[in-house]
């Protein structure tokens, strides 16, 4: 047997994990900080939040437990910065929800989400992502989180919504600032533009809604606003901020999925070829884009009665940081985890990534990002013969990823792209 790491105490681990967290060398590698605290801290009592979880299992029984949920509606948190803040509408937004109030308004929401669904939408998602891939042909190449990653899951979201395409181009990058409401490394400028960002976008669908009363259309919002189930709808409130958060949602993480994951191809152009020559392996290359780089780091729960977790009791309150990214990345789960395989996932005994989550807040659109994510990596093998990282435009550098740890996603990703001859 191998040795032992030595154990750290919680001072150490908290430094090791507030290092990751706010340092752009932890932002842009986290996974050598992720090691070391699975191995010498796994599981300890932060003086940040409560306590954390790094290993993929105990995550797991975290992200499941009936018990553990959302906290208390009011209370306030305290990311790694120090930053004190409230979560925005967290009284009516069902990501910061718990039963019975989450399950009732996540039914009024969901209908669009089914995995049946979105396979009918298969087709429409690809006649959706073409523009991008015209721009990066017409190109050369170019940026691909402005020309495909983030416009493609924008068109998405909104037709699947029915928010428009045009004339609302400055909510977008608003979108972004609103995420360091949630984010576990914002300060306190950043709070304030996520604050400012948050109530910007609720007037623009504040004025969509009342658009959408006099001229329904078939899209999701019209439905929302006249939806019964069971005698029950959803109050203004709770469909201003649903819809901001299906919104929001809809794109930022899956865009962050489509850059991480080709960067993980251009990082590993073995696993693209190997990817070329068997599109059979679409659907475990993504869960394993999904694995390797997650799009959502952490996630946080607290016990909304005295449970036992792990063996022990925990009182009611009882705040849990549960390390996503960490536990996506142990070996005792993953076999040689920090291997990037895109065949990891044909065994359909390999364990999913905790990336969506799990439990009664497993991400609502999980089916949607995967089917997003399998179309536009099918399409760059497709339509183009090569794809390189631009090195000339990175200046001899590496990708960058945004100073954000929640949401993990890149600044940007240039790539040079050679399309594949048209046959005459």
Not at 130 to 136: I, K, S
Not at 317 to 323: A, C, D, Q
Request: charged share 25%; hydrophobic share 40%; glycine share 8%.
């Amino acid at each position: 047997m191998g040795q032992t790491a030595p154990m750290i105490d919680a001072a150490t681990a908290d430094a090791l994990l507030a290092e990751a967290v706010l340092s752009d060398e932890g932002r842009q590698d986290p996974l050598p900080y992720y090691r070391r605290l699975r191995e010498e801290s796994p599981v300890w009592r932060s003086a940040f939040e409560g306590w954390v979880l790094t290993r993929y299992d105990d995550c797991l029984e975290a992200l499941r437990h009936p018990r553990l949920g959302r906290p208390e509606p009011g209370s306030e948190t305290t990311g790694m910065s120090g930053r004190q803040r409230r979560r925005p509408d967290e009284e009516v937004v069902m990501l910061f929800l718990n039963p019975p109030d989450h399950t009732r308004v996540r039914g009024l929401v969901s209908r669009e989400f089914t995995p049946r669904r979105v396979e009918q939408l298969r087709p429409r998602l690809r006649k959706l992502l073409e523009p991008g891939l015209d721009r990066l042909a017409e190109g050369g190449g170019g940026d691909v989180m402005a020309e495909l990653a983030i416009p493609f899951p924008v068109a998405v979201i909104s037709e699947l919504l029915g928010v428009p395409t045009e004339g609302n181009e400055h909510i977008r990058p608003l979108v972004h600032d609103s995420t360091s409401l949630i984010d576990a490394a914002a300060d306190d400028e950043a709070i304030a533009r996520g604050e400012a960002a948050v109530a910007t976008i609720a007037e623009y669908f504040i004025e969509l809604i009342e658009e959408k009363r006099k001229r329904p259309d078939d899209g999701l919002l019209s439905a929302l606003i006249t939806v019964e189930a069971e005698g029950d709808r959803l109050s203004i409130e709770e469909l201003i901020g649903n819809t901001m958060l299906l919104y929001a949602a809809g794109f930022e993480t899956t865009s962050n999925l489509i850059g991480n994951g080709l960067q993980l191809l251009l990082d590993h152009p073995d696993q693209m070829q190997r990817l070329r020559d068997d599109r059979s392996l679409m659907a475990s290359a993504v869960w394993e884009m999904l694995r390797h780089d997650s799009p959502v780091q952490l996630n946080g729960r607290s016990a909304l009665d005295d449970v036992e977790l792990l063996g022990r009791p925990f009182e009611r309150g009882t705040s849990f940081v549960v390390l996503q990214g960490c536990g996506n990345h142990d070996d005792a789960t993953y076999p040689d985890a920090g291997r990037f395989d895109v065949g990891r996932f044909t065994d359909a005994g390999t364990p999913p990534p905790l990336s969506f989550g799990w439990g009664a807040h497993h991400c609502l659109g999980a089916h949607l990002a995967r089917a997003e994510g399998e179309i536009v990596f099918d399409a760059l093998l497709d339509r183009f013969g090569e794809l390189s990282l631009d090195e000339a435009a990175l200046g001899g550098d590496r990708p960058h990823y945004r100073p954000s740890f929640t949401l993990r996603g890149l600044d940007a990703l240039p790539v040079r792209a050679t399309p594949v001859p048209t046959r005459s």
